[in-house]
């Protein structure tokens, strides 16, 4: 096992601001992407989905809760065992009531999304301790629209927008001939009077930086101990790259 090397205080302090001048251009490029996200063009949602909820059946509209902004993850839901996938189910975890108010302060509103059967979202929800509201999209084209229910016999299979054929070449097996396949993401929606608009989806990795746990762990000395990471040899034994913090 490998740990940082050992220095002095005084060599350490050099050494920290090396990194700091990194951290900030960092920082500088996250803002520029952060503006050019909010630059993007978006798109008018036509289609009258319908969801099913605590208190009915609600359209995307009645998802907003009066809010100007919705923020949708996609959860995938593992029908076999009927309940949520355990990574996405862990991110959940960490989507505290705090979190949801200050999103709400903030004139945005969160959903979960899943293409379960409601009962079984529902009883699984509760079983966790969530307050959060959580929809199911069976029935409707949601997910394949979104590209979060793989299904070539639905739609041409495209998941973090790439084709199968891409998706192939660099390897990813993300659905098996005559199946579907359930994959995570986060939509961001906007309301302008009326109308809905899509702003932005982000799916795979994309979304990891929105945990809190990998947020904090990305400060630390071990990191996130998974497989992936550098420098190697930093925990004995490593974590494969699945964020659901059972182990």
Excluded at 101 to 119: K, N, Y
Excluded at 179 to 201: A, M, N, V
Excluded at 217 to 239: F, N, Y
């Amino acid at each position: 096992m490998t740990l940082p090397q050992i220095a002095t205080r005084e060599q350490w302090l050099i050494a920290r601001k090396e990194l700091l001048a990194k951290e900030k251009q960092l920082t500088r490029a996250i803002d520029a992407v952060n503006a050019d996200r909010r630059r993007l063009p978006m798109v008018a949602i036509d289609k009258p989905y319908r969801f099913e909820g605590a208190q009915g059946q609600v359209g995307l509209r009645e998802m907003f809760g009066g809010c100007r902004q919705l923020i949708v993850q996609h959860v995938m839901w593992l029908f076999d065992s009927d309940t949520g996938c355990l990574s996405c189910s862990a991110s959940l975890d960490e989507m505290s009531p705090g979190m949801l108010a200050h999103l709400r302060a903030r004139d945005t509103a969160f959903v979960v999304v899943s293409r379960g059967p409601f009962a079984s979202i529902e009883k699984y929800r509760l079983s966790k301790g969530w307050t959060m509201p959580w929809f199911s999209s069976f029935g409707s084209d949601f997910n394949y629209d979104f590209h979060v229910t793989l299904d070539e016999s639905v739609r041409p299979v495209e998941y973090n927008y790439r084709s199968q054929a891409e998706l192939e070449a660099a390897g990813l097996t993300l659905v098996e001939p005559g199946k579907s396949s359930e994959q995570p993401g986060i939509s961001c929606f906007l309301r302008e009077q009326d109308d809905i608009f899509h702003t932005y989806s982000t799916f795979a990795r994309g979304a990891d930086h929105l945990g809190g746990a990998y947020a904090f762990l990305d400060l630390t000395a071990l990191g996130r101990q998974e497989e992936w990471e550098e420098p190697k040899g930093r925990v004995a034994t490593a974590w494969s790259a699945v964020p659901d913090f059972t182990g």
